[in-house]
């Protein structure tokens, strides 16, 4: 019964670790690709930073759009849905 339960032990610790070691080595591969990133950035001239800005800004107002239209669309069908049930 001992042995069975030590067993246990074991396999559970082992998962433990195994899980531990892949968040570790996850965290290690993000660092070092945001670390890339920005000796990247620091190499580039100022003309291609701004250009990269740009681009950057260009992409988020994208998406903030598309969001703001997403959430006006669910409030006009929400305020349809409440004027109907009055």
């Known amino acids: 019964m001992n042995n069975l339960l030590l067993f246990f032990i074991v ?9 531990c070691f892949k ?37 988020s107002m994208g998406r ?3 969001l703001l239209n997403q959430i006006r669309k669910e409030y006009v069908e929400l305020s349809d849905e409440n004027n109907r049930s009055k």
């Open 64 to 66: 903030t759009r598309t």
């Open 11 to 19: 396999i559970l610790v082992g998962i433990a670790l195994t899980l």
């Open 23 to 59: 968040r570790a080595r996850k965290a290690r591969v993000k660092l070092k690709k945001e670390l890339s990133n920005m000796a990247k950035w620091m190499e580039m001239t100022r003309e291609e930073r701004h250009a990269w800005d740009e681009q950057d800004k260009k992409v």
